[in-house]
């Protein structure tokens, strides 16, 4: 019998289109989401949400902040595209924090859950009679998971900054190395551009909550155990700080302090953005022969010298690096994207170095991205049909997994969804009580 390639074997098993045939990893777990004005908490909670947990997401009556924010004040039925895009699999449900009543109706849901995510200021919580020391009380099994910008202690962690994404990028230290280098000599008056650079997406409070997520299963894991519940605590700045990478080994040992450089990289030649006829692509050789067979590519292993490079060391000096870029680009601007593409994989074929090859990659924008052949054959952009929002297209099978893959079985839910049916299914709540609780500014 003839052995089936790998690539169908796997296929035929962790294709996303088969998800909702097999079973969630976390769906005997219920996580009280009560994030608020905090991307970061919402991201966590949806990571939880696609590998099956019953995530109750709890807003105040208004709703959370989060719906409104969205590119040029855009709703679609209703809803921010950036919410619209993290309140997938969640039910969606109100409770007013601030009336002591509802801070019962909270214990009591709290007493069921396993996880319960917040982000109020360091206290808040306590304030309300809400902490992990008393909810522990009520339920020692309980995971609570606290995201804040500069952490529950700390000398600033009672300040009232906000955890707003480009403040946690602006403390990580991150963004001050991001950005085009200011000339030598110059100030920022005459080159405005050669500012520190945010991120694009709201990366900062990705990076905390995918951080927290993983603490959650850790927590869960230590919990199996032990049978203990623990607190957990993330500050959004210091996770974003941790990617640093060896930026604070180098100041740590040599005092040296990572300046910005562009589209360059500090650590390395050959590592950057280029420009293009049509665009710009990313190249990479960060072995010596890789950039040989670069020069090579381009026809300069006469004229460059290529053959006679012995280490790669020397080109990562700053003033090397500049000098090599201008004539690097200019060579890559007579091409195009897909012209660069190809003769790099040529050149890995048919070079005097093959199968040595430069790392070429096109620099893609969102509609190049979402029609890419490989990412719709993985499922990525594939559209879900929700029953509130039509089809929308969200990025979803971000795992690929044979036994329990995540999935998305709904894009989002209005504010106070599911009041009706959460309340009903953990507190024995029917309609009279709903509606007095509304009546009384509490759901």
Known sequence: MEEQAWADWIRERDDPKIARTKPEALDDITVLDLSYKSFAGCYCSSMLAEFGAEVLRVEPPEGDFLRTCTPYGILYKGEGLNYLSEGRNKFHITLNLEKPEARGILKGLAAQADVLIE?????????????????????????????????QFGPMSHSRMADYDNIIQARSANQYDTGEMLPEGKTYDECPWAVPTKAGPWIGWVVSGTFMAVGILAALHWREMTGEGQALDIASAESYASL????????????????????????????????TKDGAVFLGGLRLEMWQAFADMLGKWDEWGAANWTDLAA??????????AELVFAETRKYTNEELVSMAVEYGQKGRLAPITPVVAPVCSPDETMRDANWLDRGIFTPVEDPVYGEVTVA???????????????VCRPVGYDNEHIYLKYMGFGPRKLKKLKEAGII
Not at 137 to 151: E, H
Not at 316 to 324: G, R, T, V, Y
Not at 396 to 410: I, L, S, V
């Open 315 to 324: 080109f990562s000096e700053k003033e090397e690096q500049l000098k090599w």
């Open 119 to 151: 982000t109020f200021r360091p206290g808040v919580m306590d304030e309300w009679g809400l902490g992990y020391e008393e909810l522990s009380k009520i339920n020692p099994r309980l995971i609570f998971a606290s995201i804040t910008a500069l952490g």
């Open 396 to 410: 979803q099978a971000q795992y690929k997994m044979t036994e329990t893959p995540a999935r998305t079985k709904w």
């Open 244 to 275: 640093e990478d060896w930026a604070s080994v180098w100041y740590q040992g040599a005092g040296v302090i990572n300046e910005r450089f562009g589209n360059l990289n500090t650590g390395g030649w050959l590592y950057c953005f280029a420009p």
